[in-house]
């Protein structure tokens, strides 16, 4: 099958409509000829009962001539019910032209086929002969008519000759013309193929691809290329800003720890190690958080999403950490709170948004869990500035600071901790959704909750409250 391969789409298209257009011409002209032959043969049969008849009506009317008149290329016979011969056409002897069984058969209304040699001696092809009873009686009269097939013969052979000189050339017209139909039909693709090309030689995007008209599977094509497309645009414009935001937000601790580190080598003294050590510790929160991010964007975060998890002591835990934190925080918790998923990246989550309540809280936090009919949530709440409408979803953005943020502390991280969130709770089939708390800020997470064997359960909600589960928002960086 090399040489199939060899072949451009076009070629294979024309070979394979040539085939089927050969073998349906084939059978079509088998078909023509059938039909003919049979048509024919029936015009014989018709003409040889038609000669019977009027035969028929001069012997009961006693006007036939002895030896009967020739009519046309028939030959006839009228003969007793025992074969007898009567009387002959003037072309044939006396001799009977059916034996007795072919004789019974043509009383019994049967078309008999005889060779036409035993009426012509050394006549080719057939004779079909048809009877019909003149007289009745004791010793009855019967017709017999024997019709020649040579014409039909000819007739099928003439047509079969046509056929055979048309047919090769009929063919190669259609072939010719598949080629350039197919070649238009493929036009659209080529086009594809060529803007493709363009933006493969390029190495960026220098437009849409060609869209045809219509609504057909090459237009479907265009459009999904398209689509594709502009996903890629998308996905490496964000590549390009994650790369530059990453590379930014790196060279601030390496630039503290070089610094400090010249320092101290002029001035001939130990750096503080405090100060090391805290712009070391930074530097390895941001690489952690750019993995964690990688991994999920690759989709292989290596997490361990089949553990039954208690997010009301998970939350209980995480808040008990920041008892000395500028801000009492208050947590509540229903009991037996199970969720499935990977204990450390829902600490992660809990940790990243109280974290966050506490560095923009004004006087208070509170952490809620409860079991609702569809789920878990988890509710965080602070009294501080709140996030505009209008800012809380490109907050979830990687390396989205908002101004009164960064105003606010200086120590505000790389903008990756709601991002990092987002992307934990996703991989937990889990939601998240901003809102007023008049004053500050309201968190609310959703997560599918857990019976005590680590099974998912099924949502026991009315169908028409999931339009008011939380959905993936923004949140506050």
């Known amino acids: 099958m090399r040489w199939w391969r060899r072949l451009s789409l076009r070629g294979r298209l024309t070979l394979v409509g040539s085939f089927g257009l050969a073998a349906g011409l084939a059978l079509g002209g088998l078909l023509i000829l059938m039909v003919l032959h049979l048509v024919l043969i029936r015009s014989v049969d018709s003409t040889a009962r038609q000669t019977a008849s009027d035969v028929k009506l001069l012997v009961q009317t006693n006007n036939i001539s002895t030896p009967i008149q020739s009519v046309g290329t028939a030959f006839v016979q009228v003969v007793g019910s025992d074969g007898t011969v009567r009387n002959s056409s003037r072309s044939i002897d006396d001799a009977a032209i059916l034996n007795p069984a072919q004789f019974a058969d043509a009383r019994a209304g049967h078309v008999v086929v005889i060779p036409a040699s035993r009426v012509q001696p050394g006549e080719q092809g057939t004779l079909r002969v048809v009877a019909a009873q003149a007289t009745e009686g004791s010793n009855p009269a019967w017709v017999l008519v024997a019709s020649p097939t040579r014409t039909v013969e000819d007739s099928t052979e003439a047509v079969q000759s046509v056929l055979l000189v048309a047919y090769p050339l ?22 594809l193929r060529q803007g493709a090309a363009m933006i493969s030689a390029s190495g960026r995007h220098v437009g849409r691809l060609p869209v045809p008209d219509g609504k057909d599977e090459v237009n479907r094509l265009a459009v999904t290329l398209n689509d594709m497309l502009d996903r890629l645009d998308a ?224 949502d026991r909600s009315n169908p028409t409250d999931r339009n008011n589960a939380p959905t993936a928002d923004a949140g506050r960086p």
């Open 170 to 191: 009929l063919l190669a017209a259609l072939a010719g013309f598949t080629y350039r139909l197919v070649g238009w039909a493929l036009r659209p693709v080529e086009s």
């Open 235 to 458: 996905a490496r414009a964000r590549q390009q800003a994650f790369v530059a935001d990453a590379a930014h937000e790196l060279r601030s601790p390496i630039a503290s720890l070089r610094t400090q580190l010249e320092v101290a080598q002029r001035l001939d003294e130990a750096p503080l190690a405090d100060d090391l050590i805290a712009d070391i510790a930074r530097l390895g929160r941001l690489v952690d958080d750019l993995l964690l991010l990688a991994r999920a964007d690759e989709g292989d975060p290596q997490l361990r999403l089949v553990e039954a998890v208690d997010l009301g002591v998970l939350t209980a835990d995480v808040a008990h950490g920041y008892a000395k934190a500028r801000v009492p925080v208050t947590c509540s918790a229903d009991p037996d709170a199970l969720t499935l998923g990977d204990p450390v990246a829902l600490r992660r989550v809990i940790d990243n948004l109280v974290g966050n309540a506490v560095k923009h809280a004004t006087s208070r936090v509170a952490v809620t869990v409860i079991e609702a009919d569809d789920g878990l949530r988890l509710v965080v709440t602070d009294d501080g500035p709140g996030i505009p409408a209008a800012d809380r979803e490109r907050v979830f953005d990687r390396f989205t600071r908002l101004d009164n943020s960064r105003a606010r502390s200086d120590d505000d991280g790389a903008g990756l901790g709601l991002a990092i969130v987002r992307e934990l709770l996703r991989l937990h089939n889990g939601r998240v959704a901003l809102g007023d708390a008049s004053p500050g800020l309201r968190v609310e997470v959703a997560l599918p909750s857990a019976g005590p064997d680590g099974e998912l359960r099924t």
